[in-house]
């Protein structure tokens, strides 16, 4: 029986599953991205939540972040607790300390040049920073999150999905809603918008100021600390994983920093950029992406996807 030549000497530049596996690796690439992008997204909203209140920026959120995932650490092996109790308290206790430095650290010096409180913002990060790595045993390691989900692996078609991709997605989905049901249909939400847009008349109205601002560092640091937790099983828990917020803040100005929504799709869209660089570029490209992304943002958009277009008369 006689070889088909067909089989042996396919048509030139014919590569089987070459068309099929490109689409996979590009998929798979995408939802990589959107999962770190919802890390970026959520620190962000920490950005935007405390810009919207109190018009500052607080750099210090990727450490808060940090604070967050070493906290559930430290209640999952210290303590003996389950998971989602470890995570619970360690959001807690990350809100609450928010609040504390809301109030013992920038409330006195509001009213003061935006660049003295961001600089103090920043002060707190290293602060923080530096307190972790003073911690013997933990501080200066690197230490994996141990999460009931680990290394869970789904497969939809020739994608291959991690189950710690998808909790980012959908805890980030299921805060996004919490969050949009308490700014929408709550007294406290709408007194924060209130507050957001007019501090002076929200006060005049009999809406305390002040005690908002407090809740409004709260929440934020909840989130930062929420997407700690969150990342932490993707990567590991160091003292430096703060630096991602250096990511989240380009997420914010791309999305538009007075803009919860454009926080998250902003986030989004800086982790797919990302992504696709780092596989189809050359090396570089991947830590670069997210500036390049702000760069030409602020040149076609700049008060970004969703920020608000102010025009000032003169």
């Keep these: ?85 470890a995570v619970l308290c360690a959001v807690v206790a990350v809100a609450l300390l928010g609040m504390l430095l809301e109030r013992v650290v920038v409330r006195p010096i509001l009213g003061q040049p935006a660049f003295s409180i961001v600089m103090l913002t920043i002060g707190i990060g290293y602060v923080a920073r530096g307190l972790v790595t003073m911690v013997p045993g933990i501080g200066t ?28 997605i959908a805890a980030t989905g299921a805060l996004c ?33 002040r005690r908002l601002n407090g809740l409004v560092w709260g929440l934020a640091a909840a989130v930062a600390a929420l997407a700690g937790l969150l990342l932490a099983p993707i990567t590991f828990v160091h003292a430096n994983m703060g630096f991602i917020g250096l990511k989240a803040f380009p997420a914010a100005v791309v999305g538009g920093f007075g803009s919860l929504p454009g926080a998250i799709v902003g986030g989004v869209l800086i982790g797919v950029v990302e992504s696709l660089a780092g596989f189809y570029l050359p090396d570089g490209f991947k830590d670069t ?25 003169v």
């Design 1 to 85: 029986m006689r070889n088909n030549p067909e089989r042996r000497c396919p048509r030139r530049g014919y590569k089987p599953g070459t068309t099929n596996g490109g689409r996979v690796q590009f998929l798979q690439l995408v939802i990589s991205g959107i999962a770190q992008g919802c890390i970026y997204g959520l620190i962000a909203l920490g950005f935007v939540l405390i810009y919207k209140a109190t018009e500052t920026v607080s750099f210090a959120q990727g450490e808060l972040m940090m604070l967050g995932a070493f906290g559930g650490f430290a209640a999952m092996t210290w303590l003996g607790l389950s998971f989602w109790v």
């Design 141 to 168: 390691e690197t230490h994996t999150l141990p999460v009931p989900y680990k290394d869970e692996i789904y497969r939809l078609g020739g994608l291959v999905l991690n189950a710690e991709q998808l909790v980012v």
């Design 177 to 209: 809603a919490v969050l949009f049901a308490l700014f929408r249909y709550s007294k406290l939400g709408i007194a924060m918008q209130a507050s957001s847009q007019n501090q002076l008349a929200a006060y005049y109205m009999g809406i305390p100021v």
């Design 289 to 313: 992406a997210a500036y390049i992304v702000v760069l030409l943002m602020l040149m076609v958009r700049p008060n970004g996807l969703f920020g608000e277009r102010l025009r000032k008369k």
